[in-house]
């Protein structure tokens, strides 16, 4: 009995320490995209986008993706599905056929690891794509 009560306590704090990162890494990711928005304006969500006209791919950690277009509009995407696999400094890619990037879409998330080559840290299923523009002055 003594034995499962310590393999009990052992796994709360376990358990507690993991949960104390993940929620560090989503306030991170929070503040991140807070600033990446802040004197911005949003409009109306778009289910696609051309992410081949995309300056620049931002991860926030567990919070988002962001595609930087060339008009410096920012489309910013929180998906629906595996937000926890989300980490800044991941590469996204991803299958499609067509040019356009959906919601509902799936994108891969590669480790850029060391050396040897990227290794497949996860998946998302895209939610809707918020674009936010400069405010005007």
């Not at 991140?32 to 620049?56: H, K």
Request: aromatic share 6%; proline share 5%.
């Amino acid at each position: 009995m003594r034995k499962l009560l310590q393999g009990v306590v052992a796994a709360a704090v376990v358990a507690a320490a993991f949960g104390a990162s993940a929620g560090e890494l989503n306030a991170r990711g929070e503040r991140s995209l807070d600033r990446t928005i802040n004197g911005r304006v949003a409009s109306q969500p778009v289910s696609c986008i051309d992410p081949r006209r995309a300056v620049s791919i931002e991860i926030m950690d567990r919070t988002a993706i962001v595609y930087r277009m060339p008009d410096n509009k920012l489309y910013v995407n929180r998906p629906i599905l595996g937000v926890r696999n989300l980490d800044h400094e991941a590469i996204v890619s991803w299958n499609n056929v067509n040019t356009a990037l959906c919601s509902q879409d799936f994108v891969h998330l590669y480790d850029r690891g060391g050396e040897g080559p990227f290794m497949l840290s996860g998946s998302v299923r895209l939610g809707q794509f918020v674009p936010y523009s400069p405010a005007q002055r």
